[in-house]
């Protein structure tokens, strides 16, 4: 099993930046992929960002590219998200998850990640 702790979230005008990071723990060699989600009120969640085991990947939905950077100490015990250029649409809670996906495909997909943190919320004000 794998734990997963979020911080860094908060408030933030439109325009303004913001960096989350999940503190990683437990049986990571398990898995091969760690990821962003966010959901908003009313919402399904959705995947944000990606990066494989290695680093050596990195995925992103259209929404956040360009904008966001997914990142990973060479340990792999922190995962990082930087967020910058932020929108009122950004706005939601955001959760990191780890995953032993079995094709990439997958990696916007919630079901196929088994470990998931608590979230830290993110609110845009425009």
């Known amino acids: 099993q794998v734990q997963l702790v979020e911080s860094g979230g908060g408030s933030v005008q439109a325009g303004g930046s913001l960096r989350l990071s999940c503190a990683v723990s437990?049986?990571?060699?398990?898995?091969?992929?760690m990821a962003w989600f966010r959901q908003a009120p009313g919402k399904e969640r959705e995947g944000v960002a990606a990066?494989?085991?290695?680093?050596?990947?990195?995925y992103y939905a259209d929404s956040v590219k360009g904008r966001f950077t997914i990142s990973r100490d060479t340990a792999g015990n922190t995962v990082g998200l930087q967020m910058n250029s932020l929108k009122p649409e950004d706005t939601a809670m955001y959760y990191c998850?780890?995953?032993?996906?079995?094709?990439?495909?997958?990696?916007?997909?919630?079901?196929?990640?088994?470990?998931w943190g608590l979230g830290t919320q993110v609110t845009v004000s425009s």
């Open positions: 437990g049986a990571t060699n398990s898995r091969n992929a």
């Open positions: 998850a780890a995953a032993a996906l079995r094709q990439w495909s997958e990696w916007s997909r919630a079901e196929a990640y088994r470990d």
């Open positions: 990066i494989w085991a290695s680093g050596a990947y990195t």
